[in-house]
């Protein structure tokens, strides 16, 4: 089935450094999405990307969807404690009436910052 | 808008009994929902996606008979763990959308239920 790899698994960043992960697949997604999740909490919706090559931003976030379709990157920049989570993308098969609509998640990236 | 509310945030039941799991959609009709399943540090694996007054399509290896889910309404869907054992035992999250939603990446989560099975 689809897989999205997404790295790195992990990030120990100090706080104000940037930061930048990936995710990619051997699948053409529709759309692209980057989550946030919090301990104990569902995923939050950070950036949506609809095109190949669309560059978005999002505060300190910036988000590409590749020109394949087959990859996305999400950067944070100048990071505060507050960034600490897991990140996730996830790619978008289709809507409702075509394979469901259905998100693959990546295996997701936790971030840590140390103030 | 578009809050979705899941109910309970944690759980803890006895092997062998069955557990309920709601999930709501408080401010949109939600025609889709999923149902995802995620263990400690791992990704949202995904169960199983109920339309509206059909029945539910579940992933490969999710056995039906013992997740069992109900959208009987457009703000509504159940998930139920039947005969419940520990390995059992995760965060099930849902999420909720329309179509015109989907389209725009409009996934609504819940915030998710711990399952503990003792």
């Known amino acids: 089935g689809q897989q999205l790899n997404q790295s790195p698994q992990s990030m120990f960043i100090q706080e104000g450094e940037d930061v930048s992960m990936n995710c990619t697949s051997s699948s053409i997604f529709n759309t692209w999405l980057w989550y946030k999740q919090d301990p104990g909490e569902g995923p939050v919706l950070l950036i949506a990307?609809?095109?190949?090559?669309e560059l978005t931003s999002n505060g300190r976030l910036t988000a590409q969807f590749g020109i394949t379709r087959k990859d996305s990157f999400l950067n944070i920049s100048a990071s505060i404690p507050s960034d600490v989570g897991i990140y996730f993308c996830?790619?978008?098969?289709?809507?409702?009436?075509?394979?469901?609509?259905?998100?693959?998640f990546g295996q997701g990236t936790e971030l840590s910052v140390k103030p | 808008g578009a809050v979705v509310s899941q109910h309970p945030s944690r759980v803890i039941c006895k092997s062998g009994t069955s557990v309920k799991i709601e999930c709501r959609s408080l401010d949109f009709q939600a025609t889709t929902m999923f149902w995802y399943r995620q263990f400690p540090k791992q990704s949202l694996m995904l169960m199983a996606t109920?339309?509206?007054?059909?029945?539910?399509?579940?992933e490969q290896g999710v056995e039906k008979d013992k997740f069992l889910i109900n959208h009987a309404s457009l703000t509504l869907s159940t998930l139920t763990v039947t005969s419940a054992h520990p390995e059992d035992s995760s965060f099930y999250i849902c999420s909720a959308t329309t179509l015109d939603r989907a389209e725009r990446g409009g996934y609504t989560f819940g915030s998710g239920t711990r399952l503990t099975v003792v």
């Open positions: 109920s339309n509206e007054g059909s029945k539910a399509t579940y």
């Open positions: 996830a790619g978008q098969l289709g809507v409702i009436y075509n394979q469901g609509g259905k998100l693959i």
């Open positions: 990307l609809y095109k190949a090559g």
